[in-house]
């Protein structure tokens, strides 16, 4: 009997630990080579993610039409974690269908100087990439989700960052 009661606490206790929403952060560097992170670009093409492309205005103008939020991905070209996030969190199924259905998706390059990309990315505060950013319609921060994580961990942090500031839509 004692053995049964064990064997059922250490199963249940296992099976509790993996369904806890416990985050092991995996850093790029040390889990992917150099040329399988730089090689990958996503583009619209390659991506299921909707980008909008008429900038932060027209996104925002589309997003209170559609009663949406405003998805915005801050990256930079030589950010590996961002490559990674391209390839595995915005092609992950249950990512890309949750946000396609819930946000206006925009990508903002912060480095380019050229149309003001990078002013942006300064005047909202980003200083770390990959910045993924959830703004209302009126343009104001509802919250943001800085470095690499799993598609799992974007999704319950989006819907988190919905729950808890739902009083600024």
């Given amino acids: 009997m004692k053995r049964l009661l064990l064997l059922i606490c250490l199963l249940g206790g296992v099976g509790m630990v993996k369904g806890q929403a416990q985050v092991e952060y995996v850093y ?8 399988e992170v730089v090689e990958y ?7 299921p993610l909707q980008f909008f492309d008429g900038g932060i205005p027209a996104a925002l103008k589309k997003a209170k039409e559609e009663r949406k939020l ?8 030589w950010c590996k974690p961002c ?12 990512f890309y269908t949750y946000v396609n259905q819930n ?5 903002i390059f912060g480095d380019n100087f050229d149309n003001g990309d990078m002013k942006y ?6 200083s770390i990439y990959p910045t993924l950013m959830v703004l209302n319609s009126r343009g104001e921060e509802m919250g943001r989700v800085t470095g690499y994580n799993t598609a799992y961990t974007y ?3 989006l819907k ?6 739902a009083y600024k839509r």
Avoid: L
Avoid at 41 to 47: D, L, M
Avoid at 83 to 94: G, S
Avoid at 160 to 165: A, D, G, L, V
């Fill in 28 to 35: 790029p560097d040390e889990a992917f080579s150099e040329t």
């Fill in 41 to 47: 670009k996503a583009t619209e093409a390659t991506s």
């Fill in 70 to 77: 405003v998805f915005v991905d801050f990256y930079a070209d």
């Fill in 83 to 94: 490559k990674v996030i391209e390839k595995e969190a915005f092609t992950d199924p249950v």
């Fill in 103 to 107: 946000y206006v998706v925009v990508k």
């Fill in 121 to 126: 990315a300064e005047d909202m505060g980003v």
């Fill in 155 to 157: 999704v319950n942090e």
């Fill in 160 to 165: 988190r960052i919905e729950r808890y500031s």
